[in-house]
């Protein structure tokens, strides 16, 4: 059977190509501006993409269309799947019929976290031996690949609150109906979507109504936005997370940057983890991922263990490059609040004497403005900001208060440039964007070696 998949370059859409081919599908998709790392992972996998959306013949010729919600009514391909009467769907719908079915599911949602504890929950039942089938919203390092099928009785998956396609304007994590749910915070996203945070708080609602009695919801106990969506109705068992104070399950810092911590379950210790990671947001994603791998049957300390040789998700704080005593960060960062733990684990782990936060307001949330007044917060604690120029808001208005104005450049270019001219050994470059950034992390890279190797010489 041939299936065709529009958007495929997308995190999910590529990771529903993977599954399909692993369950024996003939696989073709369309996209445009497919980059590293999901054109990568594409390309090993042996599936074939045409750029852009004006080619139909695959479209047209396909047993079924696996329709990405980038995907609008006007697009020369749409159009010609619907004149040619093939038989389409939605992503999360293909994947909860066709996939999810066969699994009981471990579903992780909320605003930041998902895709770094869905990694760690998906590692820690591999460890176990479980054989768990995935699938991320990166690539997971450990695994190479950002979904498998797996063998064993559980599914893992990241649970996005996007919609599903132009005609399912549900949001996704609506089709998957878990056995239970990892709720990692809640705060107002996806403007384009929703109007405001009540609206993204009523399809939580919605989606706890799809947990069995028997299932579980794991939720951070301070967050007030999800207390707000629990207050409205509980329908399954609940327990709570917590870093201090009382809590089902909580975890106490062993050094401040995030390294090492205790787990507690029920104000009795279970377990002791030393990690590679840092930040306390890593914590609450590892205290998230080992109560929920205690749900599927994974002793504390086995958790504990996998979570030690855990390693970093791609475009997660990830190191691109260390050379010349400068460390180029690549990270996802693309709302405030991840902006601002991003910056704050740099700077608790005293690796740097100096961070550069260099970044792109890419998303539609933040190009709009919606998060304006919160960025001039969220980025006061690096030493220097260097930002492609942004839309539709002014930077002058939010940063008015703000110690110090970020340098606005017109091109990536003129910011590789700026880098390089100011940066030293020991100071630490970490790109923001959610992404390509037009491939801005190996111009730097480049330029920062081309600069100290001159100085050699």
Known sequence: M???????????MSALALLAREAGFYVTGSDTNCYPPMSDLLLRQGIEWVEGYEACTHAREASLVIVGNAMKRGMPVIEAMLDARTPYTSGPQWLAEQILSRYRVLAVAGTHGKTTTTSMLAYILHEAGLQPGFLIGGIATDFGTNACLGQGAWFVIEADEYDSAFFDKRPKFMHYR???AVLTNLEFDHADIYADLAAIQQQFHYFLKTIPPSGLVLHPRDDVALQAVLARGQFSRVQTLALSGEASWQAELLDEAGRAFVVFYEGQAVAEIHWSLIGRFNVENGLAA????????????????ALATFSQVKRRLEVKSDAHGVTVYDDFAHHPTAIEKTIQALRQSGRHQRIFAVTEFASYTMRMGVHGARVAHALAGADATYLLSPTAFSLHDQFSTSKSMPRVFSSTEDIVQAVEAIVQPGDAVVVMSNRGFEGIHQRLIASIDRKFNCLRT
């Not at 041939?2 to 999910?12: K, Q, R």
């Open 2 to 12: 041939h299936i065709h998949v529009l958007g495929i370059g997308g995190t999910f």
């Open 290 to 305: 080992l109560a929920a791998s205690v749900y599927a049957g994974v002793e504390p300390v086995c958790a504990a263990r």
């Open 178 to 180: 878990p056995d239970l």
